[in-house]
């Protein structure tokens, strides 16, 4: 009787073990999830997910839609050999401006390998961009409205220069002036860490000093100019992406996904024969 018992003992001992890597493995064909269920602006957000089978050449598309539906992120991650893919984000920005329940979207080879999840970003109000007071003018290819005044001169367009990190201001002048101007963190900002950088200021090309107050939310800088300058580029460590790069990355996803598929069904086609 002892030895019968003994060995049923063992033997779901072993069945335990045994079983232990069918629970392991992941049901649907990929999965997705954060660290955490909500995040405010500047944190980090950490995403990671999981493949059930790994397909040769193909990346992990992934999509984050703001509450309001915007796009607001798109990447291509590198799934590992271990079938697992991570990446991480800053949450904030001029496209973060709807508080609210996001949507992290992931699609991996074919529209039957996709998944979702979910978070809250900026349960509070210091996360909606507001309009400021005074002249103001729109960022180019985005619907973000920023703050300036400039003397012996006109603002005529603000464009974002993503690659540089940097905003490009280009002005009409009739004498030597400055530019004050005031930009929210969310859109453009200098940091080694956690704490503030300096911004590198150009004038057609040249660096020049400037006056700087900062505030939580915003930093305004006071930016000398000469007559006749045409452009004035301030240079950070971040910048909101212009809606265009989104659009053109998004295309160059859908291009790349329907070359390779058309070619795995050409060669598929040839082996059948």
């Known amino acids: 009787m002892i030895n019968k018992k003994i060995f049923a003992v063992f033997a779901v001992l072993i069945a335990s073990i045994s079983g232990t890597p069918t629970f392991a493995q992941i049901i649907e064909p990929i999965v997705v999830t954060t660290d955490k269920e909500s995040y405010d602006n500047g944190d980090v957000v950490k995403i990671t997910g999981e493949v059930k089978e790994k397909l040769s050449g193909f990346p992990v598309s992934l999509q984050i839609i703001a509450a309001n539906g915007n796009l607001v ?7 590992n050999d271990d079938n697992k893919f991570s990446t991480e984000l800053t949450a904030g920005g001029g496209l973060w401006k709807s508080s ?13 390998r996709t998944n979702e ?20 003018i729109s960022i180019e290819n985005t619907d973000i409205v920023i703050g300036y005044e400039i003397t012996n001169g006109e603002v ?27 930009l929210p963190r969310t859109t453009i900002d200098a940091k080694i860490g956690d704490a503030d950088d300096d911004f590198f200021v150009l004038v057609d090309g040249n660096e020049v000093n400037f006056e700087e107050t900062t505030t939580t939310t915003d930093r305004t ?20 992406p ?5 659009a053109i990355f998004i295309l160059a ?21």
Not at 164 to 182: D, F, K, Q, Y
Not at 221 to 240: C, H, Q, R, S
Not at 242 to 246: K, V
């Open 100 to 112: 609210g329940i996001y949507t992290v979207k992931v699609l991996y080879g074919t529209e039957s």
């Open 73 to 79: 992120t798109v990447k291509q991650i590198d799934v």
């Open 156 to 182: 005529t367009k603000i464009t974002p220069i993503e690659d540089a990190n940097s905003l490009v201001a280009t002005i009409e002048t009739n004498n030597a002036g400055e530019l004050s101007i005031t």
């Open 253 to 273: 996803i859908a291009v790349t996904s329907i070359i390779v598929m058309t070619t795995r069904s050409r060669f598929n086609m040839f082996t059948r024969y």
């Open 117 to 136: 999840t979910t978070f809250e970003f900026g349960s509070g109000e210091s996360t909606i961009a507001t309009t400021p007071k005074g002249p103001t």
């Open 221 to 240: 800088l006071k930016i000398p100019f000469p007559d006749g300058a045409e452009e004035i580029e301030i240079i950070g460590t971040f910048v909101v």
């Open 242 to 246: 212009e809606f265009g790069s989104i």
